[in-house]
């Protein structure tokens, strides 16, 4: 009796045995992706996260043979396309491309009526360093010249809105580094700011990817980037720890899923889209434009926005700029 419930046991177990086998091939031989896949883009057309989200776009349509769609959900600060993404299925085929928003919103929010670990990152593989630009005719002296000559009067900053990264980042910077007075002059986005500056209306702009092109061409004056490196789009601009500021902050771009989302989908998406923007030409193309590519696996991705989610909260709670 003993040895035939054994037997059977061990049948039933490689019966188990079988089909799990069976199972796992199967899972190893599902396409991914097998139909188009949608990029819900958090901002509108022709911005940071969109320029980098259509190149994307491209490439992977080239390189799967399937449609990449982009459909801009700007809104909330890039809330409303987050809160639409972390709903969908989580099939990989819906995917969320935003920027540092997403690490900042938790905290300048008040009340968010989606959370940040609702979504998985699938790649953060591009970032622009938050910039200080200036007219030409105020900044010969470099960030310390320009604060020096500036030490007894208010300072006015453009920024592309309240709460932006490029907000956040130079008012900290100059409550906590400079110890500057400073007052902030949102505009309602990065063209009409940069246009103040230029007509020498305001002192400065922050910025990130949005005066690359002016400071290449010599309309606007580099002060500082807040990278650790040099950015290659604008080698003639230090950092700020080259001005004697130990200060960093960079604008990203990521890709994120819902979180339940298989990870094998995950890793397959994570690496064909860090090959379309490490290869020459992707990379030539988004230095060119402003970007500093940095390609990171999904689990570095994942531990950056952790990371990032702390250090914006930080300036959040430092300047004190939140939203009800």
């Known amino acids: 009796m003993f040895r035939t419930e054994r037997a059977r046991a061990t049948l039933a177990l490689s019966a188990a045995a079988v089909i799990l086998l069976g199972a796992a091939a199967h899972a190893q031989d599902v396409k991914y992706p097998a139909k188009k896949v949608d990029f819900i883009v958090a901002f509108a057309a022709g911005g940071f996260a969109d320029t980098l989200a259509r190149f994307v776009a491209q490439k992977l349509n080239e390189k799967w043979g399937q449609a990449v769609i982009i459909e801009n959900r700007g809104g909330a600060g890039g809330n409303t396309a987050a809160r639409q993404v972390r709903g969908m299925e989580p099939d990989g085929y819906t995917v969320l491309v935003t920027t540092t928003a997403i690490a900042i919103n938790p905290t300048m929010y008040k009340t968010l009526d989606f959370s940040v670990d609702q979504l998985a990152a699938v790649a953060i593989p591009a970032a622009s360093p938050e910039t200080l630009a200036t007219h030409p005719n105020k900044g010969s002296g470099g960030l310390k010249g320009f604060l020096a000559a500036n030490k007894d009067r208010e300072v006015t900053f ?158 959040v709670r430092t300047v004190g700029v939140y939203v009800d």
């Open 158 to 315: 453009a920024s592309a809105g309240v709460g932006s990264g490029s907000h956040l980042a130079a008012e900290y910077f100059f409550k906590v580094h400079a110890k500057a007075k400073v007052l902030h002059v949102p505009f309602r986005g990065g063209a009409p700011a940069i246009q103040a500056v230029l007509g020498d209306q305001i002192d400065l702009i922050a910025s990130s990817f949005g005066v690359t092109s002016q400071v290449v061409e010599g309309k606007l004056t580099g002060l500082a980037v807040a990278s650790p490196l040099r950015n290659p789009a604008m080698p003639n601009v230090p950092t700020y720890k080259e001005s004697g500021f130990d200060f960093e902050a960079e604008s990203w771009v990521g890709f994120f899923v819902p979180a339940k989302t298989d990870p094998k989908v995950v890793a397959q998406l994570n690496a064909a889209i860090n090959e379309v923007v490490s290869d020459q030409a992707g990379r030539d193309y988004l230095t060119k434009v402003g970007f500093r590519v940095a390609p990171r696996s999904a689990a570095e991705s994942q531990a950056y926005l952790a990371s990032e989610v702390a250090k914006w909260g930080e300036m």
